[in-house]
């Protein structure tokens, strides 16, 4: 009988290649997708229809959770100015890795693994801790802490979003990622993020303002 595995899913084009080979390899995927960081909903829509487009086409489960910003921005309170892969994505990767370890419980599936194992952009060490806290915390459920950046599954993503034509997002989900889009031309852009950029701009203009005034007082402060 094939073991069942609940993914925790981030988006279609992380899961295409996931879910291939667990399929190819025997087991059993069932998907959750939980990602209240997404914003704005219209971004979280998109994301998530690609997703059970996805799952319908392979047969594999698929579980919605509630969209609920208004819960992360309360987990990440504080850290707003964090930078990507610090103390703020520590916290995210926690309050989604919880949800899931509930959900594999609830559904009783044993082991379950997440599609941000296979980022290139995430620490696997702030994915790890968060998950075996999750697992503890949900007793008779377990992290399957899989490495799936490996085993040539990187380059099978890049043919099955080809093939699928996959809406490819910009940005890793939150209003704090979106810094980098600056640099992107607007054309290149979902017209529905168009009326945000100004805020990006000024959140990036802020946070360039306080690094140079720390330097500039780490400056003094050394020669004194």
């Not at 998907?31 to 594999?60: A, H």
């Not at 459920?141 to 380059?155: A, I, N, P, S």
């Amino acid at each position: 009988m094939a073991e069942k595995i609940l993914l925790h899913s981030c988006c279609a084009p992380c899961s295409s290649a996931i879910l291939e080979w667990l399929q190819q390899n025997g087991y059993e995927p069932t998907v959750f997708f939980f990602n209240p960081n997404i914003f704005p909903q219209k971004e979280y829509l998109v994301r998530k229809n690609e997703c059970v487009r996805y799952c319908e086409k392979l047969g594999i489960p698929f579980y919605d959770a509630d969209y609920d910003h208004d819960l992360w921005r309360e987990t990440v309170r504080g850290l707003e100015d964090e930078p990507e892969r610090g103390a703020r994505c520590r916290q995210c990767f926690g309050l989604r890795m919880r949800a899931t370890a509930r959900k594999a419980k609830e559904l009783g599936i044993k082991r379950f693994t997440t599609t941000l194992a296979g980022s290139r952009w995430k620490r696997q060490d702030q994915i790890r801790e968060a998950a075996e806290e999750a697992a503890a915390l949900n007793p008779g459920t377990e992290y399957w802490d899989k490495d799936w950046r490996k085993g040539g599954l990187q380059e099978r993503k890049s043919e099955i979003i080809r093939a699928e034509q996959f809406y490819n997002q910009l940005w890793c989900g939150c209003e704090f990622s979106m810094g980098h889009l600056l640099r992107r031309p607007e054309s290149d852009l979902p017209e529905y993020i168009l009326d945000l950029i100004p805020d990006v701009r000024k959140r990036e203009e802020r946070l360039q303002a306080k690094a140079e005034k720390s330097l500039s007082e780490k400056a003094k402060g050394e020669s004194k």
